[in-house]
């Protein structure tokens, strides 16, 4: 931002990426680890001017995607046509999302110098000897050194900063160090996640409810689509270890006939259960169930995630302040994870601009606050849908499944909570009631 260009930025960062020069070729292997990113987090990315270097690798916009239970009672489908808009999403490999953020970062002319290292330790209110001070602040008054944060790296370098912003992960070193606390849970659940070919091209999103958890088939281009699938640890190691055909095969079981049947085109049968609703109904709502295109290929390597939610009790205090992974992880079912991660970078960079218009510290807490509060509203109600769904979900019990059945053609059938529905998980932020 323009007001933001003339901060000196340190990025303390290990990864080897870092330290060279970013090269993927189209031939080479899809990464199985993606993420969904939606509008919103594509509209930032073209604002900083990174999505111009997502276009020139692989990557799938899809407009479209279906999401049914195992039982056969209930499925929804949501279409980006349904809110007047292009596409619901686009799915990028990693590596490919890294690459681009490096390549914008190197071709900005702004202040930054990359160290490819680890924090050792963080003092807040460092006494004011300037002993050590990496060459980038020992022009720093040695007066002033109180009123920074100290940092020691594992090269031995030691930096000086008005602000820390701590966007190490979920087992972040900054929230450590500094002392946030967090609460939350582990789901004594795994993710299984690789990548699968099939013989034609998919774009649509695909996600089932299974017993022990969702599967999710995401489009990835070039006839390939990644796997999410969650369920039980024992299950994931036993999936994970065994034989590339009897993989295949329980994956095309659980995307289609395994566990229960198809769903029918309405609940119980029939559409009279929303037949007042006719001259409402979106787009979507008159399109049939479809099955998944059929996975023939393995075509990456298989992983294995332990899922847990974690919220960090604040994301600031002077000096420091946590985003994305280090202030709250969540359950993957729904892909949302990353997004709230640049909700709270962008959020970020905007509060920052608007201390330094006023000549406010861009340290100081009440500063920080400021994107504490917004942050926190839209990143528990995400996380509180997503835990809810998780629940819900996790429970086989004849009345709760005609529950969810129902929810889900309500989900299809209801035009406003439809589009409520579409929106918010674009990225508006507007919680999903009715508009």
């Given at each position: 931002?323009?007001?933001?260009?003339?901060?000196?930025?340190?990025?303390?960062?290990?990864?080897?990426?870092?330290?060279?020069?970013?090269?993927?070729?189209?031939?080479?292997?899809?990464?199985?680890?993606?993420?969904?990113v939606t509008p919103a987090t594509i509209s930032l990315f073209k604002d900083v001017g990174a999505w111009q270097y997502i276009e020139r690798h692989?990557?799938?916009?899809?407009?479209?995607?279906?999401?049914?239970?195992?039982?056969?009672?209930?499925?929804?489908?949501?279409?980006?046509?349904?809110?007047?808009?292009?596409?619901?999403?686009?799915?990028?490999?990693?590596?490919?999302?890294?690459?681009?953020?490096?390549?914008?970062?190197?071709?900005?002319?702004?202040?930054?110098?990359?160290?490819?290292?680890?924090?050792?330790?963080?003092?807040?209110?460092?006494?004011?000897?300037?002993?050590?001070?990496?060459?980038?602040?020992?022009?720093?008054?040695?007066?002033?050194?109180?009123?920074?944060?100290?940092?020691?790296?594992?090269?031995?370098?030691?930096?000086?900063?008005?602000?820390?912003?701590?966007?190490?992960?979920?087992?972040?070193?900054?929230?450590?160090?500094?002392?946030?606390?967090?609460?939350?849970?582990?789901?004594?659940?795994?993710?299984?996640?690789?990548?699968?070919?099939?013989?034609?091209?998919?774009?649509?999103?695909?996600?089932?409810?299974?017993?022990?958890?969702?599967?999710?088939?995401?489009?990835?281009?070039?006839?390939?689509?990644?796997?999410?699938?969650?369920?039980?640890?024992?299950?994931?190691?036993?999936?994970?270890?065994m034989s590339e055909d009897d993989f295949v095969k329980d994956v095309n079981n659980a995307l289609d006939y395994g566990y229960g049947p198809r769903?029918?085109?309405?609940?119980?049968?029939?559409?009279?259960?929303?037949?007042?609703?006719?001259?409402?109904?979106?787009?979507?709502?008159?399109?049939?169930?479809?099955?998944?295109?059929?996975?023939?290929?393995?075509?990456?390597?298989?992983?294995?995630?332990?899922?847990?939610?974690?919220?960090?009790?604040?994301?600031?205090?002077?000096?420091?302040?946590?985003?994305?992974?280090?202030?709250?992880?969540?359950?993957?079912?729904?892909?949302?994870?990353?997004?709230?991660?640049?909700?709270?970078?962008?959020?970020?960079?905007?509060?920052?601009?608007?201390?330094?218009?006023?000549?406010?510290?861009?340290?100081?807490?009440?500063?920080?606050?400021?994107?504490e509060a917004e942050r926190k509203l839209a990143n528990i109600t995400m996380m509180a849908i997503l835990d809810g769904f998780q629940k819900a979900?996790?429970?086989?019990?004849?009345?709760?499944?005609?529950?969810?059945?129902?929810?889900?053609?309500?989900?299809?059938?209801?035009?406003?909570?439809?589009?409520?529905?579409?929106?918010?998980?674009?990225?508006?932020?507007?919680?999903?009631?009715?508009?």
């Amino acid at each position: 931002m323009p007001l933001t260009k003339h901060l000196k930025v340190a990025i303390i960062d290990s990864n080897p990426a870092l330290g060279s020069k970013v090269c993927f070729k189209k031939e080479d292997p899809p990464d199985p680890r993606v993420s969904t990113v939606t509008p919103a987090t594509i509209s930032l990315f073209k604002d900083v001017g990174a999505w111009q270097y997502i276009e020139r690798h692989r990557h799938a916009y899809f407009d479209k995607m279906q999401v049914w239970d195992y039982t056969g009672l209930g499925y929804t489908s949501y279409n980006a046509r349904d809110i007047n808009k292009e596409i619901l999403g686009c799915v990028v490999e990693n590596k490919v999302l890294h690459g681009s953020l490096l390549s914008c970062i190197e071709n900005k002319d702004f202040q930054k110098t990359i160290y490819p290292s680890r924090l050792t330790s963080m003092t807040l209110h460092p006494r004011s000897s300037p002993m050590g001070m990496d060459s980038t602040s020992s022009r720093t008054p040695s007066s002033s050194l109180r009123h920074l944060a100290k940092l020691e790296l594992t090269d031995g370098n030691s930096l000086y900063a008005k602000l820390v912003v701590g966007a190490d992960g979920g087992k972040s070193r900054v929230r450590e160090l500094a002392g946030f606390k967090t609460t939350g849970w582990n789901y004594s659940q795994n993710a299984v996640i690789c990548t699968v070919e099939h013989t034609d091209g998919n774009q649509c999103a695909w996600q089932r409810f299974l017993p022990a958890g969702p599967i999710a088939l995401l489009p990835m281009g070039d006839n390939f689509s990644n796997i999410v699938w969650t369920m039980n640890p024992k299950e994931s190691m036993d999936r994970k270890s065994m034989s590339e055909d009897d993989f295949v095969k329980d994956v095309n079981n659980a995307l289609d006939y395994g566990y229960g049947p198809r769903p029918k085109s309405s609940l119980l049968g029939n559409e009279d259960m929303f037949s007042w609703l006719r001259g409402y109904v979106t787009l979507s709502a008159n399109e049939c169930f479809e099955v998944p295109p059929k996975v023939v290929k393995l075509a990456s390597e298989r992983m294995v995630f332990p899922l847990s939610l974690m919220h960090a009790n604040d994301y600031a205090s002077k000096h420091v302040v946590l985003i994305g992974d280090a202030a709250h992880t969540v359950h993957p079912l729904a892909g949302q994870g990353v997004n709230l991660g640049f909700g709270d970078a962008f959020a970020l960079s905007r509060v920052i601009a608007e201390g330094i218009a006023v000549g406010t510290d861009i340290g100081e807490v009440s500063l920080l606050k400021k994107y504490e509060a917004e942050r926190k509203l839209a990143n528990i109600t995400m996380m509180a849908i997503l835990d809810g769904f998780q629940k819900a979900y996790s429970v086989d019990f004849g009345p709760l499944n005609i529950l969810r059945a129902a929810a889900l053609h309500g989900a299809h059938y209801i035009s406003p909570l439809k589009r409520s529905i579409i929106s918010y998980a674009s990225g508006e932020q507007r919680l999903p009631l009715f508009s």
